[in-house]
């Protein structure tokens, strides 16, 4: 369900104009004429809401309370308090019908003629310099200083005493107090989601937000895409370095290290205090315990967890010990097969 501070929802829409727009035939048995109000994700819509399951979701199928649900031919028997409509690809579907709901582009459109909108709200000890845009209905704190040519999109919301440097872009966020965004960073942009077939790579609309929670630094340009319908978060006292790159709908925990040049996959979990050093690499839907540690260069693989409380190293990303472990076994047969005349 989107925030209505950022994007206007032009329903609701009978179920058999919802289907009709996704190319999904209406089953027999179903009310035409019910009503959908929006679209959600599974585990967070209501009954008037539309969402979509994938196979791998059988569990979260049979829990959700949504009203309607995209489906695998094969799930059309699951349980599940949803109306199920069966077809060939849901994430496609629920794609087709996202844009009928949110038709606007994935970008800020600027239309105002003045660079602040009349309608922006901006504290009287704020500080807002020469080239900066602030659009229309955002809202900028006590003590908060905005650096040239940033521009401050629709509905943002920024909290007190916060720095954002020059050439910064947020939109679809809300900022905590004390934030710092170094220059060039870029928050809230739509998430890399696509649905692929036969004909090619059709965009998945992206209308989520950015959550940044009280004294997060963001290095400069590094990147945080907004979620695709729920929220990426930044959790308070995280400081992320230059250069990196988070993914729609990851959490980071609070009091984090991200050093540069990491890029964080959608979906990821990470706990409290997790430091990543340089060009960590997570896949998407990765789980990072409280206080694990990765040494620069790790990776990890799609879904995998790693536990809290611990360090590591490698790709993929095992206990440091282990890992240190093959690298010594590595460079001895090595020396060995040089020794022998092997190489």
């Not at 819509?45 to 094969?74: D, I, R, W």
């Not at 929670?213 to 319908?229: K, M, S, Y």
């Amino acid at each position: 369900m989107a925030d209505p501070r950022f994007y206007e929802n032009r329903g609701p829409f009978s179920l058999a104009d919802v289907c009709a727009s996704a190319g999904v035939e209406l089953p027999a048995d179903a009310d035409g004429s019910a009503p959908v109000h929006d679209v959600a994700a599974l585990d967070s819509a209501s009954a008037f809401h539309l969402t979509f399951c994938s196979a791998a979701a059988g569990k979260e199928l049979a829990q959700t309370a949504a009203g309607f649900c995209f489906v695998n031919p094969g799930q059309q028997g699951a349980v599940s308090r949803a109306r199920l409509l069966p077809c060939r690809s849901p994430v496609d579907s629920f794609s087709a019908a996202a844009r009928k709901f949110y038709p606007s582009g994935e970008l800020d459109s600027w239309e105002q003629d003045e660079a602040i909108h009349r309608t922006a709200k901006i504290a009287g000890t704020a500080k807002v310099a020469p080239g900066a845009v602030i659009g229309p209905g955002a809202e900028i704190g006590e003590g908060t200083r905005i650096g040239p040519n940033a521009a401050i999109g629709k509905g943002v919301v920024i909290g007190r005493d916060c720095e954002i440097g020059s050439n910064v872009s947020i939109s679809r966020a809300y900022l905590g107090d004390g934030v710092v965004v170094l220059p060039g960073a870029q928050i809230g942009q739509p998430g890399f989601g696509f649905s692929s077939g036969p004909g090619g790579h059709r965009k998945i609309p992206q209308i989520g937000r950015v959550i940044i929670q009280d004294r997060v630094e963001i290095g400069a340009c590094t990147t945080i895409d907004r979620g695709a319908l729920g929220d990426t978060v930044i959790g308070e006292g995280t400081k992320i370095d230059n250069l990196v790159q988070i993914g729609h709908n990851t959490h980071i925990g609070r009091h984090c290290i991200i050093v540069a040049q990491v890029g964080i996959s959608g979906s990821c979990q990470l706990g409290d205090f997790v430091v990543l050093g340089g060009q960590v690499g997570l896949a998407d839907h990765v789980r990072i315990g409280d206080r694990a540690r990765l040494a620069a260069r790790a990776g990890v693989a799609p879904g995998n967890s790693l536990p809290g409380g611990q360090d590591y190293g490698g790709a993929p990303a095992r206990p440091i010990r282990e890992w240190a472990r093959e690298l010594a076994a590595i460079a001895m047969l090595a020396r060995r097969r040089k020794r022998d005349g092997n190489d």
